[in-house]
């Protein structure tokens, strides 16, 4: 079960800086953007640092 969730997790986590760099990507495309060009492209670059640290960290545990 906790193997199950931190995968869920991580999938979670990868997702959310995807729609993030998307965000911004609309954003400097000049169509419409719903939020501010730095949370999204923040957000989008701490997501993706969580998520490959827990993949980093879930690989290590299973070895």
């Known amino acids: 079960m ?3 969730f931190k995968v869920f ?3 979670l ?3 959310l800086a995807t729609a993030g760099l ?3 990507i ?3 495309n000049g169509s419409g953007s719903t939020m501010s060009p ?3 492209g923040s957000s989008a670059v701490v997501f993706y640092l969580w998520g490959i640290r827990n993949i980093l ?3 290590k545990e299973n070895e």
Do not use: G
């Open 22 to 24: 998307i965000e911004l």
């Open 13 to 15: 986590q990868i997702s």
């Open 2 to 4: 906790k193997k199950i």
């Open 57 to 59: 960290t879930f690989n």
């Open 26 to 28: 609309h954003y400097l």
């Open 38 to 40: 730095y949370l999204t």
């Open 9 to 11: 997790m991580i999938v």
